[in-house]
């Protein structure tokens, strides 16, 4: 297991889903995370309760991502909450998980819904990251949680695929910004993950779901913790800007 024992962490949308499952599994290998939430409040703070009851340290922090003010509310609660359990407001690893998912044929699209989207999905984890490098020492790390569906075509999907394939391009780019400073910025792509929505227990779906992965199965979301559990810590110290495939084979085809 890797040890994230004295690091912190903020992770975005870590109320339930994947989120959840990152946060718990950073705060298992000994890091302090920040749970981040939008709107479910008792949701992120279960969350917390969970950890603590483990043993581990987190705390919540509330902000709406899309609206501009948004970081601002982000950064002054997480900050005021770093220095109140460590006296320092220094932030190890980064996990841009928060994201809003939806389909629209293409010709129904609208314009407000695709800049929301692009506002939630893409403009907000770039000014995530650009808060947050004051905060992350060498040797930091940024993980972007994307999507498999950058990888190949499904129509109804174009403006979230547009919207992670904007994300993977802040991957690419910060990973060399940020390289002599030794901060690896990564990205991580989940195929088809029971984030515990309602649609995974409809048997159809999940069956048609299952069937995009080589193992046939959706995702648990602890698999994709692994990853990023992986990607945090020193063993992964060697690998930047990589496209990390955990979509269970679906792109394989
Ligand atoms: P989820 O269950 O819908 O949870 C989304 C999380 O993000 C919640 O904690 C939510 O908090 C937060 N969030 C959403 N919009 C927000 C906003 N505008 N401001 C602040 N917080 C916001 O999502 P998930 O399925 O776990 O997915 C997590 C990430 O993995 C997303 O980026 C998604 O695109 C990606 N992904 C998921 C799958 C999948 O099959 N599940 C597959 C590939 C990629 P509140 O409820 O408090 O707003």
Known sequence: MPNLTDKTALVTGASRGIGQAIAERLARAGALVAVHYGTSAEA????VAGIRAEGGRAFAVRAELGPSEGVDTLFAGLEAQLEEHTGSSRLDILVNNAGLMGTA?????TGEWFDRMMAVNAKAPLFVIQRALSLIPDH????????????????????????????????????????????TVNTVAPGSTDNGSALFRI????EAM??????????????????????????????????VDSSGGTLLG
Do not use: C
């Open 210 to 243: 299952s069937q995009l992965s080589a193992f046939g199965e959706v995702a648990d979301p602890s698999a994709i913790a692994d990853v990023v559990a992986f990607l945090a810590s020193s063993d992964a110290r060697w690998i930047t800007g990589a496209f």
């Open 44 to 47: 992120a703070e279960r969350v």
């Open 140 to 183: 930091g790390r940024i993980i972007n949680i994307s999507s498999g569906l950058t990888r190949f075509a499904a129509p109804e999907q174009v403006t979230y695929a547009m919207t992670k394939g904007a994300l993977e391009q802040i991957t690419l780019h910060f990973a060399r910004h940020l390289g002599k400073r030794r901060i």
């Open 105 to 109: 044929q293409p010709e129904e699209i």
């Open 203 to 206: 048997p159809e779906v999940r």
